[in-house]
């Protein structure tokens, strides 16, 4: 709930007793975003609100929904990070991480930038879009007004409003929503017959490396029309001072015909870009352990821990599945019961490991850490697995990933976990259980 208090002769704006408002930083159709302060922390952020009667009037209220489920999909170090999603009857509030900089379009409005920090800039912003990519998120946005610097210069996506996700694909794998920055849009969006937003994307972030080399935009006309025919034909020139690595990088990415445009798999290759390159903190994943080392100081325990049947009921059974309004309803399946002791699932989850390539380390109190011996796009996939006692010869086995990329984690729970113990699983959280056929008893009574 929203509250006003005066504050050193000041109105001051409390949001749900967590969050203090202060100046407005942006103003826009529907919505003010303010900076704000986390009471109990103290730290900066940044407030959007929304006015939920005008986005329900204008019909946007999908659009919304989209963007917030774009940017809990897209945690990445170069995309601004939405922290949490709150709303009242007549408003939703957006808290996201405060990013001190400003927008880069300030930097470039003022000239050109030397080539290294214009390369810097494109490796983030190829990072962050290669990272939204994998999750099937087109920006469809991307220009210098949309990219900010924190305060250690380093780059943030912002502005998901125009995202796209797989499910807004046509039946010929296209999308066809016109949307974007003239200057910035790619010429198959112009055209209106259906467009690969991934690689629209990619052209964008041509533009964006040619103008933070040049200071300027390549397609520059006040006639409209006459842009869109040089953006058609990729008329443009690079200026004199462009190397020739980087003129021929542009070259590459400002191409027509987007099915003979650079890859990102390809940009990442180009000496010119690899130069200095570095991938982000979050995709340095610290080791496991080796498996000789005692990691919680017991490797055996003589029972596993005690699951209760109010734990096991809430967990397993839909209805009690309170997940966030806006969050993905695929999930991965992350737990079962089975009718093993939890000694004999804790080999077979050994064994399965050792089948799938895992690293196996051996925890305390019936918990296991499988560590993936491949690279994935953060890092190795880590997943504990822990076994729990609900009665003789009926277990409870949770997943949780440790570390790596969460849609990774969900794969390996539904190709290869699912498979690899069919013959141990009762039944798998969210899965139809026949309550006629299907008891437990706990305590001597049934379940």
């Not at 202060?22 to 103290?42: D, H, I, N």
């Not at 730290?43 to 019909?59: L, P």
């Not at 080999?347 to 051996?362: C, Q």
Request: proline share 4%; with cysteine; net charge positive.
């Amino acid at each position: 709930m929203e509250e006003s208090q005066s504050y050193q002769g000041a109105e001051r704006h409390v949001v749900f007793g967590k969050y203090e408002t202060g100046k407005l930083l942006g103003k826009g159709t529907f919505a003010k975003v303010y900076y704000g302060k986390e009471m109990a922390s103290g730290d900066s952020v940044a407030i959007k609100v929304i006015n939920k009667d005008q986005v329900k009037k204008e019909g946007m209220m999908d659009q919304i929904q989209r963007e917030i489920s774009v940017m809990r999909m897209v945690r990445h170090p170069n995309v601004v990070e939405l922290k949490e999603v709150m709303a009242t009857k007549t408003k939703i509030f957006f808290v996201m991480e405060y990013v001190r900089g400003g927008e880069l379009f300030a930097k470039v409005a003022s000239g050109k930038l030397k080539e290294d920090q214009a390369r810097r800039y494109f490796q983030q912003l190829i990072s962050a879009v290669d990272f939204c990519h994998s999750r099937g998120v087109s920006h469809r946005d991307l220009k210098p007004e949309n990219l900010l610097l924190d305060e250690n210069e380093d780059l943030k996506i912002s502005d998901f409003g125009l995202s796209a996700l797989p499910e807004q694909l046509r039946h010929d794998g296209l999308l066809h929503t016109q949307c974007g920055t003239p200057a910035y849009v790619a010429p198959e969006v112009l055209r209106k017959k259906g467009y690969d937003g991934s690689k629209a994307d990619i052209w964008s972030c041509g533009v964006i490396l040619f103008v933070l080399l040049a200071g300027f935009l390549p397609f520059r006309e006040e006639n409209l029309m006459k842009m869109y025919r040089k953006i058609f034909k990729a008329e443009f020139e690079c200026p004199k001072w462009f190397t020739a690595e980087s003129k021929r990088l542009i070259c590459k990415l400002l191409v027509p015909d987007p099915d003979r445009r650079i890859t990102i798999q390809a940009i990442m290759r180009v000496p010119w870009f690899c130069k200095g390159f570095s991938r982000p903190p979050s995709f340095s994943i610290p080791e496991l352990p080796p498996a000789s080392e005692d990691v919680a100081g017991d490797k055996t325990a003589s029972s596993p821990k005690f699951f209760n049947a109010f734990e096991l009921i809430s967990s397993m059974s839909s209805g009690f599945d309170l997940s966030s309004l806006f969050e993905s309803k695929k999930k991965a399946a992350s737990m079962f019961t089975s009718r093993c002791t939890a000694s004999a699932v804790m080999a077979k989850l050994e064994s399965m490991a050792k089948g799938l390539r895992f690293r196996v380390v051996r925890m305390k109190d019936f918990q296991v850490r499988l560590q993936g011996r491949s690279e994935g796009r953060k890092g190795r996939l880590s997943v504990t697995a822990e076994v729990f006692e609900v009665a003789p010869e009926i277990s409870v086995v949770k997943f949780s990933k440790s570390a790596g990329d969460t849609l990774e984690y969900a794969k390996f729970c539904d190709e290869d976990v699912r498979p690899a113990l069919k013959d141990i699983v009762w039944t798998w959280q969210g899965d139809h259980v026949d309550c006629n056929k299907s008891k437990v008893v706990l305590g001597g009574e049934e379940c």
